[in-house]
């Protein structure tokens, strides 16, 4: 520990000392900008995010508090209501990004304890430097994982912008107290495919959201929007606030997503139809209008409910239905018949939690319009036909469970039924 606070020490001592020196002279020139470089990163990737803070303190500020946006984390229990939750308040009236709560020392490890018996799965937590991969990558694999005693630190900045020769990538080739390496991709979805997409495309299947935008919808041409056009929203300010330097596009380091109302009602359009008058046959149509991947996306313990209700004139409910959409945690359809054979996994208490819930909805790709029928057993007369989209963090632990719930929309058709 002492090692460490040394080398906190000296990294923010030395930027603290040349950095407004340096940065008064940002713009390039015929000298690469290595040639300026005074800070170095021994540490690497485990580098904690204070370090990067010291200089980038807005960027910081969003990332470690979720500063001006409307991520709300209201804490989530993996199984039981009455075990301890998964929390980080903050001090302001959002919290933090999922980015830096990955690196809170319960989060990662509370985790994988509940559903790997303690081993390192969760390798985008804690990356080594890595490059970035092409767009036609056939098969997107793990970054390679830091060592065991480097795992705290979490996801940091340097997990993303440090390269794996020691240079901090950015848009920019501006001359800097780091070595500084300017690239263009650090814009574009590439930058999101190691954690965001692992192993081959299987349609369904839990964290394929960089193949889910790749295949789905830029490839098809629904939109040249990459994940930062939605996930960090652009501003213009200073990259670093105490230098003398020009104010750039700077891209806010939010990655607003499950915790993020706004971004879950932009997501989804939901439809009620009567398609014959007077008939107890309804149709609900959902329409993936908003997002540039599958929805839900990424773990499979994200879950989408479409709840359905047919109420009486005076709001009584006489009939109700539920639909499930989820990724599938493996390569398959998440079915109860496969509980034996997940007892032989590696990974069976994962698996298993997977398949007990049984069969559920496929999860709705980017662009398409998704149709489920409903016939309730209705008397003849009149009746409101309600349907509720429920978004949730964690679809294994406790129904009683709602904190960890957003409702993302309400529908409602007044219908008659005749004889």
Request: aromatic letters at 8%.
């Amino acid at each position: 520990m002492i090692t460490r606070r040394y080398l906190l020490f000296t990294l923010l001592l030395g930027m603290f000392s040349t950095h407004k020196s340096l940065a008064q002279n940002e713009t390039p020139s015929s000298q690469p900008p290595s040639a300026v470089a005074a800070v170095t990163f021994p540490l690497g990737t485990a580098t904690p995010s204070e370090v990067c803070g010291a200089c980038h303190k807005a960027i910081y500020r969003e990332f470690a508090l979720g500063f001006g946006s409307d991520i709300r984390n209201r804490g989530v229990a993996l199984k039981s209501p009455h075990e301890q939750r998964l929390d980080l308040p903050a001090n302001v009236s959002s919290t933090t990004t999922a980015h830096a709560m990955a690196g809170v020392d319960p989060f990662p490890i509370h985790a994988r304890e509940a559903e790997e018996e303690g081993k390192s799965c969760n390798v985008c937590h804690f990356p080594e430097a890595f490059e970035i991969p092409d767009m036609d990558v056939a098969e997107v694999f793990k970054p390679a994982p830091r060592p065991k005693d480097q795992e705290a630190g979490g996801l940091t900045c340097a997990s993303c912008h440090l390269t794996p020769d020691g240079k901090i990538r950015g848009p920019y080739n501006l001359r800097a107290p780091h070595n500084n390496f300017p690239d263009v991709r650090m814009k574009t979805s590439l930058m999101c495919a190691y954690c965001h997409s692992l192993g081959k495309r299987v349609v369904g299947k839990q964290t394929q959201t960089f193949l889910e935008w790749r295949d789905d919808f830029w490839k098809q041409g629904l939109g040249s929007q990459n994940c930062q056009d939605c996930h960090m929203p652009r501003t213009t300010r200073k990259l670093a606030e105490n230098s003398d330097v020009p104010e750039r596009v700077v891209a806010r380091h939010l990655w607003t997503g499950g915790r993020s109302v706004q971004r879950l009602q932009n997501a989804l359009s939901q439809v009620i139809v009567q398609p014959t008058a007077g008939a107890a046959s309804f149709e609900f149509r959902l329409i993936n209008i908003g997002a540039g991947h599958s929805v839900p996306t990424g773990s499979n313990r994200r879950a989408i409910y479409l709840q359905v209700y047919a109420k009486h004139k005076r709001g009584k409910v006489v009939e109700q239905h539920e639909w499930l959409f989820a990724p599938w945690y493996s390569a398959r359809p998440d079915d109860r018949k496969y509980l034996e054979d997940d007892r032989q996994r590696p990974d069976a208490k994962a698996a298993m939690q997977a398949d007990a819930q049984g069969p559920h909805e496929q999860i709705i790709r980017a662009g398409e319009e998704r149709v489920l029928s409903w016939s309730p057993k209705l008397r003849p007369g009149s009746y409101s036909i309600q349907a509720r989209l429920v978004y949730d963090l964690n679809r294994y632990n406790d129904r009683k469970i709602t904190n960890d719930q957003t409702l993302i929309s309400t529908t409602t058709l007044n219908v008659s039924v005749g004889k």
